[in-house]
């Protein structure tokens, strides 16, 4: 079992930057891949970045340059750093701890809400 709580959304200027976090508890973190996820409207949810439990990262293409993802398995965290925001980047970003054994486990954070703007 993983619960996972997020935090850090907000609002934001064009050019601007957020830090959100992710806190992982009831379960053993390291052997989990973390991931950020966004969904803005209309839109599928989509892939920001990707950090296995290997250490292994993977960024969108729209992201890569721009975000940073890190984790901290001491304290059981995941961190998306963001820089460079744009409207585009305006999306509610849910944290993903996901394992594949036997069977897929896959548990997702509340959501938290990004909203770049002038």
């Known amino acids: 079992q993983v619960q996972l709580v997020e935090s850090g959304g907000g609002l934001v200027q064009p050019g601007g930057s957020l830090r959100l976090s992710c806190v992982a508890s009831g379960s053993i973190f390291n052997i989990y891949d973390m991931g950020w996820y966004r969904q803005a409207p209309g839109k599928q949810r989509e892939l920001v970045a990707k950090?296995?439990?290997?250490?292994?990262?993977n960024y969108a293409e729209s992201v890569k340059g721009r975000f940073t993802i890190s984790r901290d398995n001491a304290k059981k965290t995941v961190n998306l750093q963001m820089s460079g925001l744009g409207p585009e980047d305006t999306a509610v970003y849910y944290c993903n701890a996901f394992r594949k054994a036997f069977r897929v486990y896959d548990y997702w954070g509340q959501g938290t809400q990004v909203t770049v703007s002038s």
């Open positions: 950090i296995t439990s290997s250490g292994a990262i």
